[in-house]
């Protein structure tokens, strides 16, 4: 009889405690639009959808109410005749689906975008005398008025995400050790190595330079760097920086990972053995190669423009290099030389 009791309390605490790992830990539905830009012309956004459950009911909410509007097929609609005079808008809804309720936020910002074709490779650092990836080569990148600047982010041993473009920092492996340690490490400029959320958070505060994330691999492999790429997606999504980020890595991958935990992402692939239509069958947003992939394969760019991908090319500092693949039409160019490429554009 004793032991009868016994068990039976010690189910009973077992229920008790998955009925609170389940309070603290309840189930959400991720929802998301398909776009985060207000466009230049046109009245629609983005549709909105969750990947658990089917969308029962959306009701918008907050500050924004009257300015926006959801169909029936739940497109987010903006009704420009009631729209402030705003760069950024925070619309709040709360959807309804068969797997529950979540109260969301969408961060929808005026696409007032620089379209140049110049992506300033890890900032605007060479002619600035900044070092690259830090805040200030981001900032010099901004003020040139650069189409995108591009950084690279890892993690360390403890979780924390960092722009850097090398596994190491001054000969300290990333990977395997505390971020603490790392920041302590100064920059050039005296600036500590960026976090991701800093550098988000620099890279928000304007409208005109998208910011161009690359997932590095990890040196510790496959797994890590998957690790990386859910962190990195997640903290995006956290800022509301989606309106602003555009991912690459030359992990296939890493790349499908970003587009299953964000369908809304663009999302390019560097490393320059697919074929346009290679990425095209897997949704990719565009290809991001070396030039001389470009020089070896001269229909890639008319190829992609067919399949409806964006084209860029890293990284090209040669002038006459820089002239030809403007004149092929190429969408974007990665430069150490964004002050060249804007001359060249601006003639």
């Avoid at 920092?169 to 100064?186: E, V, Y």
């Avoid at 992939?293 to 001269?298: D, G, R, S």
Wanted: hydrophobic content about 45%; proline content about 3%; some cysteine.
């Amino acid at each position: 009889m004793i032991m009868k009791k016994a068990l039976l309390l010690f189910f009973i605490l077992i229920a008790y405690t998955r009925m609170d790992v389940q309070a603290q830990q309840p189930e959400h539905t991720p929802v998301y639009l398909s776009n985060y830009t207000l466009p230049a012309k046109g009245d629609v956004i983005g549709i909105i959808h969750t990947k658990a459950g089917t969308i029962k009911s959306v009701k918008l909410t907050g500050a924004y109410v009257n300015a926006f509007k959801i169909s029936k097929d739940y497109t987010l609609s903006v009704r420009r005749d009631r729209l402030p005079d705003a760069p950024v808008f925070d619309v709040n809804a709360t959807v309804t689906t068969t797997a529950g309720e979540q109260k969301v936020s969408f961060r929808i910002v005026r696409d007032a975008f620089i379209q140049n074709r110049v992506i300033a490779h890890r900032g605007a650092w060479k002619n600035t005398g900044v070092p690259e990836n830090s805040i200030a080569a981001l900032n010099h990148a901004i003020r040139l008025g650069c189409m995108g600047s591009e950084f690279d982010v890892h993690m360390t041993a403890d979780s924390v995400l960092v722009v850097n473009h090398d596994e190491k920092l001054q000969g300290f492996s990333i990977a395997q050790n505390k971020a603490a340690d790392l920041l302590a490490l100064k920059l050039a400029n005296g600036e500590e190595m960026p976090t991701l959320e800093s550098y988000l958070k620099a890279g928000v505060v304007q409208t005109k330079t998208k910011l161009i994330l690359e997932v590095k691999k990890s040196e510790l492999g496959k797994e890590s760097s998957l690790a990386l790429t859910r962190k990195v997606v997640a903290l995006v999504e956290k800022l509301h920086a989606q309106a602003w980020v555009e991912y690459i890595s030359f992990d296939y991958d890493v790349c499908k990972e970003i587009m299953a935990l964000a369908p809304y992402a663009r999302v390019a692939y560097l490393n320059g053995e697919k074929t346009p239509a290679e990425l095209a069958a897997d949704k990719f947003f565009g290809f991001d190669y070396h030039f001389s992939v470009l020089q070896k394969n001269p229909a890639w760019i008319t190829e992609a423009k067919q399949h409806h991908l964006t084209t860029n090319v890293w990284t090209v500092n040669d002038q006459v290099l820089m002239q030809t693949l403007l004149e092929q039409g190429i969408d974007f160019i990665t430069t150490n030389e964004p002050e060249l490429l804007l001359s060249l554009i601006k003639r």
